[in-house]
């Protein structure tokens, strides 16, 4: 028994001491907790993993039957594979960096506590999510991890726009679940089982047809969850929330819950030829169409934010070409240089006293050395340059792809190209050059670099983890060779990026105004997120509002209704008045009346009697 | 005990009768009285579940003669979904009682008088089993909530509470006339007058008698419930009672129609009940209330009224649940049904909370709680949580097995039902906002958090929630043969035809 429910346990502890008590608690027993929490999960992971030793199959421990409504058992079952292993290493390890960074940055913003409640319940939610051993516990984890995602998006809930950013992840996040739970009940109906190691061995008997509907469903869910298109409107906005949880939750661990989620699902895709394609093309789709709004953002988290959401949609191309330990091998390498640049910009930020916006930086590379120098480790690692983290995933992904379909490796440089542009236009705007505010930059605290530190040498040298071969026993190695002319154009790609970033932003500062103004029209729709937001709030928002107010509650339910009701009412009523005119009171009236009734009944019966006889 | 029932029955009654010689004047008295009075009802209602034998079906049987002239009796009994109902009613009864101490200030003795027999009545319906003892208790229900409205109410209380009357008292007249076709059939086939269900099981009534009858029953039921469309008495009726009439009305009272389509609709009319044209307009107007009382919750100005609404919403899970004719969707709607009481009844009650400190129901009055009320806030949020099916909470648990329920059913209906869940979250989450989040301004800058007594309303509710989501298996093992014993009836050979374990086939699988 390796006691696996401590893992997620131990931060629900950490969440239920701060919840309950941190009001009353000094800022120190709340730190205290709160990180002790996650560094002791993050301690018996490894205890864990090591007294699990090499895992060729999935360790289980059943706790007791959660719930059972007729043949369906559904059990409070843990499990860990080596997939498994991957996610609950970088949960807890990237989680544990995080918490310590969010130590100094959020120290001096009012509900320290509650801040850090909220992040404990995540960590608890996103440890159920990966170790749950069926469907239904990973949907617990997904929904928990949705709500905390909320809570933090919202986290400064005096504003208007950070309230309504976390409104917006739930709802979107809703719709992707709405498909996600569909997909459980035809696996119920399909198999008779939510257990991963009951459905999965027998997705290979089951009719594609099914198979696909599943896939397509599950990915519904997780297009919602890791920001793919046509869902990942949610995750710009979610950049509201403190800098922290951006570099958790929204880069880090659980927008790659979807991607999780299909890797695991990995034996249905398999046999179902047409989701696993879908997912190719949602993927890719997604990495190309939100790298060019990257382009052209000037909010420096806004920037990363659609970074985030283009190399989630990297990862569903791997998963889609088949190579699923490519696509999880980048999920690993883009937590690390992604936490990284979300937290290097969060210190930024820090150190500019709030300010986003890139026009107004400049110059910081001196001013704020420790920042600038662990962020360029993020910034060659993302730009595929070799041999940092970001390049061995990243190529592993091309190879894939290319030996899946060959197009599709070339929008995929392109899209690598545009990566290492935007983000070098980020770094030579906020680092290089003259300073453009009025700020008096000073760099953050250790307490806040040595996690960067951490993360900027897993971001040089994470590529050297052989996350794929780690993984083989789950996902067979594709046979694609290595092709040295494959690797070359992508590393050009990526040089190219930089290259032209410098010539724009460092060699020739007026030309990024020029190429804006030649553009026109073209610009304006990337500079605008090509209006998605607008378009949805026209196509769908807007009209379920208006429907629901004017046509169901005032006209269904106020007009037709009780329209009805309110008439049979006037008719009896109107009835009523017609006969109270016949009461005068009046005797000889009612006379006239008795007579009237008598021949009219000896007349009715003489009618009816005729008619017997 | 032999009169657990009865005891359990009639100790609001008796609590009732020693408050009507208490003196007006000491208001105190009173209240300690009332409370009182209702917590021992939720005490000796607690062996209930003690004593509970799930491998039987009605238990705690109490038989005595009433009007034998007319074969009727005083015949009481529950199995596993009558007693979650009960144990429902006990609890919230106790909790509406406890809600009300500062919020209701005048005409105290009538006021506690109406809720101690409304109780009375609720047991009564939901351990009948005769069906005139039924409608008896069914229409003594009415009348303590026509006067609660009436006289406790907002401003519109009149016009609510007549609405609410009209509505309701046509719908059981049909459902009486029901009854009595069904009475007559059986008096005419065994020549034995009798109201008793177990008797009136074995009728056989000719095809197009027994589709009127299920009509006639539909109408009485499904008004209560409400189902669309017989549910626009409910949002006024909601937004002007008091709030612990609210609570009641939503917990447990829409709960009688519900159960009356369990006990009465299916077990006494299997034929028309599995008819496909009669369950396609089931689920189509389950469907249209779960999708319609979402969409209207999202126009609401009123708050007690978006709540109000979005019961429409999730009464349409329960009543798809039961005509998804199979053990999920059943057992998934008993337990929704005690789910909505959990949350329904905690989202009124937290709408009673601010209205009692700002006396409005506006949303848009509100705004920026959480930082004044911090610990309301949390109340609140866990609440929406539950009610809007958040795993691991209670409304999780049901819904998903409804789902499951309604899936094996068809696609389409699953389908379309879930489309719920996402508008659920839109319009909760909204209202949050609205009411929580932003600033606070001057008006709620000084509003007080929860006192002990609020506190204490609320420990239990969120406590039951937790408990249904984390351990939901005793539930379903006390509902598992209520539950099978009807899909058995509706459809026989369900079981084996789907090559399950039959519940049934240990102990004697007779109703009595």
């Given at each position: 028994m390796q006691h696996l429910w401590l893992i997620p346990v131990l931060p629900l502890l950490g969440f239920l001491l701060n919840g309950l008590f941190g009001r009353r608690l000094a800022k120190g027993a709340v730190t205290a907790i709160a990180l002790g929490s996650v560094l002791l999960s993050f301690a018996w992971v490894v205890k864990t993993l090591v007294g699990l030793g090499a895992l060729e199959t999935a360790y289980i421990e059943r706790y007791f039957t959660w719930f059972q409504s007729g043949d369906l058992r559904v059990g409070a079952d843990l499990s860990v594979d080596r997939l498994t292993a991957v996610m609950l290493l970088v949960v807890t390890g990237v989680g544990s960096l995080i918490h310590i960074y969010a130590v100094g940055y959020m120290t001096h913003e009012g509900g320290y506590y509650r801040f850090f409640a909220y992040l404990n319940l995540f960590m608890f939610?996103?440890?159920?999510?990966?170790?749950?051993?069926?469907?239904?516990?990973?949907?617990?984890?997904?929904?928990?991890?949705?709500?905390?995602?909320?809570?933090?998006?919202?986290?400064?809930?005096?504003?208007?726009?950070?309230?309504?950013?976390?409104?917006?992840?739930?709802?979107?996040?809703?719709?992707?679940?709405?498909?996600?739970?569909?997909?459980?009940?035809?696996?119920?109906?399909?198999?008779?089982?939510?257990?991963?190691?009951?459905v999965f061995p027998a997705a290979a008997s089951k009719p594609e047809s099914t198979l696909t509907l599943i896939g397509l469903l599950l990915l519904l869910g997780a297009c919602g969850k890791s920001a793919q298109a046509p869902l990942y409107v949610w995750l710009p906005d979610a950049m509201e929330g403190p800098t922290p949880v951006s570099a958790l939750i929204h880069a880090a661990t659980m927008v790659t819950a979807g991607v999780y989620m299909v890797a695991r699902s990995s034996a249905i895709y398999l046999h179902a030829h047409a989701a696993q394609e879908m997912v190719a093309y949602i993927g890719l789709g997604t990495a190309v169409f939100a790298a060019t709004i990257g382009l052209a953002q000037n909010d420096i988290k806004k920037v990363f934010a659609y970074s985030t959401v283009s190399q989630l949609g990297y990862m569903f191309l791997g998963l889609?070409?088949?190579?699923?330990?490519?696509?999880?091998?980048?999920?690993?390498?883009?937590?690390?240089?992604?936490?990284?640049?979300?937290?290097?910009?969060?210190?930024?930020?820090?150190?500019?006293?709030?300010?986003?916006?890139?026009?107004?930086?400049?110059?910081?590379?001196?001013?704020?050395?420790?920042?600038?120098?662990?962020?360029?480790?993020?910034?060659?690692?993302?730009?595929?340059?070799?041999?940092?983290?970001?390049?061995?995933?990243?190529?592993?992904?091309?190879?894939?792809?290319?030996?899946?379909?060959?197009?599709?490796?070339?929008?995929?440089?392109?899209?690598?190209?545009?990566?290492?542009?935007?983000?070098?236009?980020?770094?030579?705007?906020?680092?290089?050059?003259?300073?453009?505010?009025?700020?008096?930059?000073?760099?953050?605290?250790?307490?806040?670099?040595?996690?960067?530190?951490?993360?900027?040498?897993?971001?040089?040298?994470?590529?050297?983890?052989?996350?794929?071969?780690?993984?083989?026993?789950?996902?067979p190695l594709s046979e694609g060779a290595h092709d040295f002319a494959l690797v070359a154009i992508s590393v050009v790609a990526g040089l190219a990026g930089i290259g032209l970033a410098a010539l724009f932003y460092v060699v020739k500062p007026g030309l990024a105004d020029a190429v804006a103004n030649?553009?026109?029209?073209?610009?304006?729709?990337?500079?605008?997120?090509?209006?998605?937001?607008?378009?949805?709030?026209?196509?769908?928002?807007?009209?379920?509002?208006?429907?629901?107010?004017?046509?169901?509650?005032?006209?269904?339910d106020a007009g037709l209704i009780d329209g009805a009701a309110n008439g049979v009412a006037s008719i009896a009523r109107a009835t009523g008045g017609l006969l109270r005119l016949i009461q005068s009171g009046n005797i000889r009236s009612y006379a006239?009346?008795?007579?009237?009734?008598?021949?009219?009944?000896?007349?009715a019966i003489g009618l009816v009697g005729g008619g017997a006889r | 005990m032999d009169h657990l029932?009865?005891?359990?029955?009639?100790?609001?009654?008796?609590?009732?009768?020693?408050?009507?010689f208490l003196p007006s004047s000491n208001k105190n008295l009173i209240r300690w009285w009332a409370n009182l009075a209702s917590f021992a009802g939720l005490l000796v209602s607690i062996p209930l579940i003690t004593g509970f034998d799930r491998t039987k079906d009605f238990q705690f049987v109490e038989t005595a003669a009433w009007i034998p002239s007319i074969g009727a009796s005083y015949h009481l009994g529950i199995d596993g979904i009558g007693l979650v109902l009960v144990i429902l009613t006990t609890l919230l009864g106790f909790l509406s009682i406890l809600s009300s101490w500062t919020a209701i200030e005048d005409r105290l003795k009538e006021y506690y008088a109406f809720f101690l027999l409304q109780q009375v009545g609720m047991l009564g319906v939901f351990m009948a089993l005769d069906f005139l003892l039924f409608f008896v208790f069914w229409e003594t229900v009415l009348v303590p909530m026509y006067f609660i409205i009436a006289i406790w109410g907002g401003q519109r209380r009149a016009y609510a509470a007549i609405k609410f009357m009209i509505y309701t008292l046509i719908g059981s007249v049909l459902m009486l006339l029901g009854i009595l076709a069904l009475y007559f059939y059986h008096q005419s086939q065994f020549q034995v007058l009798s109201f008793d269900i177990a008797d009136?099981?074995?009728?056989?009534?000719?095809?197009?008698?027994?589709?009127?009858?299920?009509?006639?029953?539909?109408?009485?039921?499904?008004?209560?419930?409400?189902?669309?469309?017989?549910?626009?008495?409910?949002?006024?009726?909601?937004?002007?009672?008091?709030?612990?009439?609210?609570v009641i009305l939503a917990s447990v009272l829409l709960k009688m129609g519900t159960y009356g389509f369990l006990r009465f609709s299916l077990p006494l009319l299997p034929d028309t009940s599995r008819n496909p044209q009669v369950v396609n307009i089931m689920a189509v107007l389950s469907i249209i209330g779960i999708i319609y009382g979402a969409l209207a919750c999202l126009m609401q100005k009123d708050w007690k009224k978006l709540v109000a609404y979005s019961s429409v919403s999730h009464l349409g899970y329960c009543t798809l649940g039961i005509f998804s004719l199979n053990p999920a969707g059943i057992a998934g709607s008993v337990i929704q049904q005690i789910n909505h009481g959990i949350s329904t009844g905690m989202l009124f009650l937290i709408v009673g909370i601010v209205y009692e400190?700002?006396?409005?129901?506006?949303?848009?009055?509100?705004?920026?709680?959480?930082?004044?009320?911090?610990?309301?806030?949390?109340?609140?949020?866990?609440?929406?949580?539950?009610?809007?099916?958040m795993p691991p909470l209670n409304g999780f648990i049901g819904e998903f097995t409804i789902l499951q329920g309604a899936y094996q059913m068809s696609f389409n209906w699953a389908l379309w039902s879930a489309v719920g869940i996402a508008l659920g979250a839109a319009y909760l989450l909204w209202l949050f906002q609205r009411t929580m989040l932003g600033e606070a301004s001057e008006k709620n800058g000084k509003l007080l958090d929860l006192s002990p007594r609020e506190i204490a309303v609320f420990a239990p509710l969120i406590l039951a929630a937790f408990w249904i989501g984390l351990h939901p298996k005793p539930m379903f093992q006390v509902l598992e043969r209520p539950v099978a014993q009807i899909v058995e009836r509706v459809r026989p050979g369900y079981f084996a035809e789907h090559k399950l374990a039959s519940p049934l086939t240990t102990p004697a699988a007779s109703l009595r």
């Open positions: 939610f996103m440890l159920v999510l990966v170790l749950g051993a069926n469907f239904l516990l990973l949907f617990v984890g997904w929904e928990g991890v949705g709500l905390c995602s909320y809570l933090l998006i919202g986290f400064y809930f005096l504003k208007k726009s950070a309230t309504d950013a976390g409104k917006k992840a739930f709802i979107v996040n809703r719709i992707g679940d709405f498909g996600f739970s569909l997909a459980m009940l035809l696996i119920v109906i399909t198999f008779g089982s939510l257990d991963f190691g009951a889609g070409a088949g190579a699923f330990s490519a696509g999880i091998f980048h999920l690993v390498t883009h937590a690390f240089f992604k936490a990284l640049l979300f937290l290097g910009a969060g210190s930024v930020i820090h150190a500019l006293e709030g300010e986003q916006d890139l026009r107004h930086m400049g110059g910081l590379r001196t001013r704020i050395p420790v920042t600038f120098w662990t962020l360029a480790c993020a910034w060659v690692a993302i730009a595929g340059i070799p041999p940092f983290a970001g390049f061995h995933s990243k190529d592993a992904i091309l190879l894939a792809a290319h030996h899946h379909a060959p197009w599709m490796y070339w929008v995929g440089v392109l899209t690598a190209a545009m990566t290492a542009f935007y983000v070098s236009r980020a770094m030579f705007l906020a680092f290089f050059g003259e300073p453009r505010g009025h700020h008096h930059p000073h760099e953050s605290p250790p307490v806040m670099t040595a996690p960067l530190a951490v993360l900027a040498l897993l971001s040089l040298a994470g590529g050297f983890l052989d996350v794929p071969k780690f993984l083989e026993p789950l996902f030649a553009l026109g029209g073209l610009y304006t729709l990337v500079y605008n997120k090509y209006f998605v937001d607008e378009l949805y709030d026209a196509a769908v928002v807007r009209p379920v509002e208006t429907g629901s107010r004017e046509a169901l509650w005032k006209g269904v006239t009346w008795v007579v009237f009734g008598s021949i009219l009944v000896l007349v | 029932l009865s005891i359990v029955l009639f100790t609001p009654l008796l609590g009732l009768l020693v408050l009507l009136l099981m074995k009728t056989n009534l000719p095809a197009g008698v027994g589709w009127w009858v299920f009509w006639a029953f539909f109408l009485g039921f499904a008004v209560k419930v409400p189902m669309f469309p017989f549910h626009t008495w409910l949002p006024d009726a909601h937004t002007e009672a008091p709030t612990a009439g609210s400190r700002r006396h409005t129901r506006e949303i848009a009055e509100y705004g920026g709680l959480f930082k004044v009320m911090p610990v309301f806030s949390m109340v609140f949020l866990i609440a929406a949580l539950s009610s809007m099916g």
